[in-house]
């Protein structure tokens, strides 16, 4: 019913850049927050940067003033531009997602998921 595709990982050298983006697709009412979130081997799961659907945003302390997320309320994107990269940052990030549709004759909010995409950063 919604989909969330992310694209822009990859190999990266220390103090490199890489920009990720996800794009939410299927039967969406309107989109809530929009987050990504990472995983490295061994490790829990962790919010990175969240952003509202106003534009507040939220970032945890080992990113900030390295990373931006942004979106676009039009096309239904997220975007996390990454700076200054850190082999600590080596992980699966997922983008994250709460949406409303049409459910019925009213609506429902869901949680969702992207696939996740691969972020290595290199000594």
């Known amino acids: 019913q919604v989909q969330l595709v992310e694209s822009g990982g990859g190999l990266v050298q220390a103090g490199g850049s890489l920009r990720l983006s996800c794009a939410a697709s299927g039967s969406i009412f309107s989109i809530n927050a929009m987050g990504w979130y990472r995983q490295a081997p061994g490790k829990q799961r962790e919010l990175v940067a969240r952003i509202t659907s106003g534009g507040s945003t939220d970032y945890a302390d080992s990113v900030k003033g390295r990373f931006t997320i942004s979106r676009d309320n039009a096309k239904n994107t997220v975007a996390l531009q990454m700076n200054s990269l850190k082999p600590e940052d080596t992980a699966v990030y997922y983008c994250?997602?709460?949406?409303?549709?049409?459910?019925?004759?009213?609506?429902?909010?869901?949680?969702?998921w992207g696939q996740g995409t691969l972020v290595t950063v290199s000594a």
């Open positions: 994250n997602t709460d949406v409303t549709v049409v459910h019925g004759i009213g609506f429902r909010t869901l949680e969702r």
